[in-house]
């Protein structure tokens, strides 16, 4: 079985913008670490090949064209690399790798991202109905997000289409559309599981003792939180708990209302960046802010930094109002800290059991919660033990394995007995490069 994942973010540097890229990386490595021939076809660094081979996983740079004149990353003139992106790319893919794969008797599945890739799974699909092989290739569309719904031609997609998306939560907004999708979560990669080193956890602990640290990354969006995450930041220290948030936004300006707001209400905020990159890193960062409440981060944070943020602090806020999935929550658990999430998309979340869960805009809540587990040492160690056993089920391993494998056998049969005999071209592809 041949995959091929379709999507805007990757990998790269130049295409991270957010939770999509995590979720593909993760995926496709994971297929191609089960020996599954995978590619990926993404908007990519136009700095770096087009076309790379690590073993079996193939990627793709679409679009280098367009980005080498925008360098500051994928979604920059988002419009006119989807416009190119849906009219070169499903011919090219067709033509070139498809076709020879499936003329030899294989089996293709296609996974494609978000709104961007819509247009370029209506236009492939009919490639393959034209070409009377679209019962030997299983397309699926997800949702992993609500952006552009309106934008989307939901009874075209449908009939070209198996609509996913990662929650239950989703699942319910996306009925309001007229969709049923078929739900199946992000998952993790195997290095997210990995537990921090002792020796940096000690050392991030020792330069904030007798502080008590709440994490939160996430963008500098309304959706998530942040002025329920000041909020509590201003109960806790009205309580006396010496409370530091440390803070990781992006460059919404959102960012700017959240920190001037933390002012307004009396808590000590500063900026700071990484002077080296690492744990090292963070670990100089942190220090010296015994008069600090909030501290912004101004840099990314790598995976082995936020491996010890995550499992160090008191607790990570992940608690959005608006969810699709809630990756940060369960990279938290996976390397065994405190996740409180909010109630939305967060599916792996058990309220007292593995998570601190906020259904509320209350400090309150969030307060009253984390006294208990404080008070109570032995029931924090039993919540992140739960958390991590619970991330393990969420491996991209495990994912691929027991659920996604499944849907794409049955999703395959039910593809050979539902294909019409008619297709119908879409007109987004009628203006396509021959």
């Not at 391993?397 to 056998?409: A, D, F, G, N, T």
């Amino acid at each position: 079985m041949q995959f091929h994942i379709l999507s805007f973010e990757g990998p790269d540097a130049y295409s991270r913008a957010g939770g999509i890229a995590s979720r593909v990386t993760g995926l496709v490595r994971a297929l191609a670490d089960a020996a599954y021939e995978t590619h990926l076809w993404f908007v990519g660094d136009p700095a770096l090949p087009g076309h790379e081979s690590q073993g079996s996983l193939h990627l793709h740079r679409w679009c280098q064209w367009i980005s080498q004149y925008h360098p500051t990353g994928v979604y920059e003139v988002e419009e006119g690399k989807r416009a190119d992106y849906v009219a070169s790319l499903p011919p090219f893919l067709f033509r070139e790798v498809l076709l020879p794969y499936i003329q030899k008797g294989g089996h293709a599945v296609i996974l494609a991202e978000e709104w961007h890739t819509v247009d370029a799974v209506l236009h492939l699909d009919w490639l393959l109905r034209e070409a009377q092989v679209r019962d030997q290739v299983t397309i699926l569309w997800n949702a992993n997000n609500t952006f552009s719904f309106d934008r989307i031609d939901w009874h075209r997609l449908a009939e070209a289409a198996i609509i996913t998306t990662v929650s239950r939560y989703m699942k319910q907004l996306m009925q309001q559309w007229g969709v049923n999708p078929l739900v199946i979560p992000n998952g993790l990669p195997t290095e997210a599981l990995i537990r921090p080193e002792r020796q940096a956890v000690e050392a991030f602990r020792a330069r904030l003792q007798h502080r008590t640290v709440l994490c939160k990354v996430a963008r500098w969006d309304p959706d998530k939180r942040w002025l329920l995450a000041i909020d509590i930041l201003g109960a806790l220290k009205q309580q006396g708990w010496r409370p530091l948030l440390i803070a990781r936004g992006g460059l919404e300006a959102h960012g700017g209302e959240v920190l001037a707001a933390a002012a307004l209400a009396g808590l000590r905020v500063a900026e700071r960046a990484f002077l080296e990159p690492g744990i090292h890193g963070l670990l100089k960062t942190v220090e010296n802010l015994e008069e600090i409440d909030v501290m912004s981060l101004r840099s990314p944070i790598t995976l082995p930094s936020r491996r010890v943020l995550f499992h160090a602090a008191s607790a990570v806020l992940a608690n959005s109002g608006h969810e699709p999935f809630g990756l940060v929550g369960l990279e938290t658990m996976a390397v065994g800290g405190v996740a409180c999430t909010g109630c939305s998309g967060e599916d792996y979340a058990v309220p007292g059991y593995n998570a601190l869960v906020l259904e509320t805009n209350d400090p309150r809540e969030f307060t009253a919660l984390f006294s208990e587990l404080h008070a109570n040492p032995q029931r924090e160690r039993g919540l992140r033990q739960a958390g991590s056993v619970t991330a393990r089920h969420y491996r991209w391993s495990e994912i691929i394995q027991h659920l996604l494998l499944p849907r794409i056998q049955f999703l395959a049969k039910r593809t050979t007995m539902d294909a019409p005999a008619t297709p119908s071209r879409p007109a987004q592809a009628r203006s396509r490069p021959v």
